[in-house]
């Protein structure tokens, strides 16, 4: 009897393991229907044959584990994800010598390409009555979730067997998975939601205050693999991981799920495997309405996939409390957890919810508000400050007395909302003449760049603090213009904030699943075929080393999210004849998107800044020389395009 153990593994992150045998081709995963891959060919093992196939007069089984003479010991259909090692055992039934060439290859497995070869080159020879196993070793933390093809060649016949890995705890869903109806985000900031406790990183800029803010990771304006808000990062080897979230006022609130978003900030040259190693793996949710260190009972597990996006767990009716914990259990090896963003969204928010009587600010980049267009401002103090989802102390400057100077927003996902009024507060912690005397507010329904009337002119007054205009309309865009200050050479602004308004059948911009079609796109039916026909963005591709191919006469379809991400797009190669590339650059409702030429050093060549056209679409000449490589895209925090 000769055997051969597989020889290795090809995989980014460790060894697969822990199979379920299929029982049947459709299954259901907390509550979603999911369709496996269809292999020709293929056998699914079920409850007729149990944990045993036959090929060519040898009998397979798996097992948990074997005896010293190679039988079976718990032959089972179901492996967990924290068994160390899959055992095959195999007996030849026949009159003659089998041998058998096993291999596995992934079909649909967390982080590696479909197909790919994950044990190859095993085998084992066998004389008639003779046994022998293989074993499938997975890596000490247990085994990668997702389904597998195996391949079994014996005496010229070949067997497929599709298996699946079972993760430990039920995994939690992507976006898209779930028809949870919308609610609002208690957790945020904006909406009263505090971090009571935490187990933090003594770094400011990895925070657990950035949990709740609405922002997924904001870059430095001074270096690009910097952050100034990254998300949030426990302390090293910190054996109790956890966070705990309050609501409005401390309310007692019905919730549906938890949303966890762990694209965190990480800088370009630093490896994929690398950064998912700071996700958790296994959390726990849990819920109290006594205290924050008391009460708690566990409502949900999960098993986050490795990857960088938003994921959710579904918490079971019931479940309620004024507090909410967020454990970790383990991660994917790094030292440490790292999340960006952790949402709680309310169940039944549209009949009843805890920020009911909450002013909501529609500008805050926490609700989804964009700062889309505005004149100018001193080195330091950008516009951007003015819809902080905290209060820094920092404010927005002019460059210098330049007016009128003029704050174009929008809502989230350009909604129509009515507006109840609009707000300013002017920072004691700016000379008085700096503050404005005059302000102007003007209401677009259809565009950012046109279409605005103006409501009124209003009288600012002389002192610090907040002061409300009336507005009491719909609009999807709000102008701010400030008509003149106090007679200093420049303006100072410490905060503009939108509020919304309530009506009998009105629908909150926040509870809203899709964005309204803008009047202003009559052939919106047209741009969606042209997505279908076009080619889709993949990402990641933050830096050059994993830009997106960019295709000639063809369109390609992409999105910077989180705001502030850049993506790289790689160029067709061209000859030393060619002169020039052109691109037709399209925005919606309008562009706000900078891009750049770069070279193979990642040297700007050329440059557009949305600013310079103020358009939803753009079709822009570059000259080329032959050392031209990438293009660069990318999207500030707040959406802002300096006019």
């Excluded at 948990?64 to 190679?70: P, Q, T, Y």
């Excluded at 938890?258 to 490896?271: A, G, H, K, L, P």
């Excluded at 004024?322 to 969204?345: D, M, P, Q, S, T």
């Excluded at 329904?445 to 205009?469: H, M, N, T, W, Y």
Aim: proline share 6%.
């Amino acid at each position: 009897m000769i055997a051969k153990r597989f020889a290795h593994c090809q995989r980014p992150y460790a060894c697969p393991g822990s199979i379920r045998i299929l029982l049947l081709a459709i299954f259901g995963l907390l509550g979603v229907t999911v369709a496996l891959p269809s292999i020709e060919g293929a056998t699914h093992i079920g409850a007729d044959t149990g944990p045993h196939i036959q090929v060519a007069g040898l009998e397979v089984t798996f097992a948990r584990s074997v005896s010293a003479d190679h039988r079976a010991i718990e032959a089972t259909e179901v492996f967990s994800e924290t068994d160390r090692t899959i055992f095959m055992a195999f007996l030849n039934d026949g009159p003659q010598w089998v041998r058998a060439d096993v291999a596995v290859y992934a079909v649909d497995v967390e982080g590696v390409r479909a197909n790919a070869p994950y044990w190859t080159g095993a085998w084992v020879r066998l004389p008639p009555g003779g046994r022998h196993s293989l074993s499938l070793d997975g890596p000490e933390d247990g085994h990668v979730p997702g389904t597998y093809r195996v391949e079994i060649n014996a005496g010229g016949i070949r067997q497929t067997v599709l298996i699946e890995v079972e993760p430990k705890y039920p995994f939690a869903l992507r976006e898209g998975e779930t028809e949870l109806e919308a609610g609002y985000n208690i957790a945020l900031h904006a909406l009263g939601g505090r971090i009571e406790k935490a187990s933090q990183w003594d770094n400011e800029d990895w925070s657990a205050r950035h949990l709740n803010d609405g922002l997924t990771w904001v870059r430095s304006s001074d270096d690009p693999d910097r952050c100034v808000n990254c998300g949030w990062s426990s302390r090293e080897h910190d054996p109790h991981t956890s966070v705990v979230f309050s609501f409005h006022e401390q309310r007692e609130a019905e919730i549906a799920a938890v949303v966890i978003d762990t694209r965190i900030f990480w800088e370009r040259n630093r490896r994929y495997g690398e950064q998912t190693a700071w996700r958790p793996k296994h959390v726990a949710v849990y819920t109290s309405s006594e205290s924050t260190t008391s009460g708690f009972e566990r409502m949900a597990t999960a098993r986050l996939r490795r990857e960088l996006q938003r994921q959710v767990i579904p918490l079971p009716e019931g479940a309620r409390g004024r507090f909410l914990k967020l454990e970790a259990l383990e991660n994917f090896g790094a030292r440490a957890v790292a999340i960006a963003e952790v949402g709680v969204i309310e169940r039944n928010s549209r009949t009843r919810s805890v920020v009911e009587d909450a002013e909501i600010d529609l500008a805050n980049v926490a609700s989804g508000g964009a700062l889309v267009r505005y004149t100018g401002y001193a080195d330091g103090q950008s516009a951007v400050n003015l819809f902080d989802t905290e209060d820094r102390g920092t404010n927005w400057l002019s460059y210098n007395r330049y007016f009128p100077q003029d704050f174009t927003i929008a809502f989230k996902g350009d909604h129509l909302a009515l507006v109840d009024q609009v707000r300013l507060t002017l920072s004691p912690e700016e000379p008085v003449g700096t503050w404005p005397s005059e302000v102007a507010i003007a209401l677009s329904q259809s565009s950012p760049l046109d279409g605005f009337v103006e409501i009124g002119r209003f009288p600012v007054e002389k002192r610090p603090g907040s002061q409300a205009f009336a507005v009491g309309q719909e609009a999807r865009f709000v102008k701010v213009r400030l008509l003149d200050n106090h007679g200093a050479d420049r303006t100072s602004l410490g905060e503009i904030a939108v509020i919304e308004g309530r009506r009998d059948g009105y629908m909150p911009v926040l509870l809203r699943d899709a964005p309204t079609q803008l009047t202003n796109q009559p052939d919106q039916k047209k741009e969606e075929k042209a997505e279908e026909d076009g080619v889709a963005e993949v990402e990641p591709n933050d830096e050059a080393a994993s830009a997106n191919e960019l295709p000639l006469n063809s369109t390609l379809h992409g999105k910077i999210d989180p705001l502030g991400e850049v993506d790289f797009f790689k160029l067709p190669a061209f000859g030393p004849e060619a002169s020039a590339l052109t691109l037709t650059y399209s925005g919606r409702p309008n562009i706000r998107h900078s891009l750049s030429l770069l070279d193979g050093n990642d040297s700007v060549i050329s440059h557009f800044d949305p600013g310079d056209l103020p358009a939803s679409d753009a079709r822009l000449t570059f000259a080329l020389s032959g050392d031209e490589k990438y293009l660069k895209l990318t999207e500030p925090a707040a959406s802002v395009v300096v006019i």
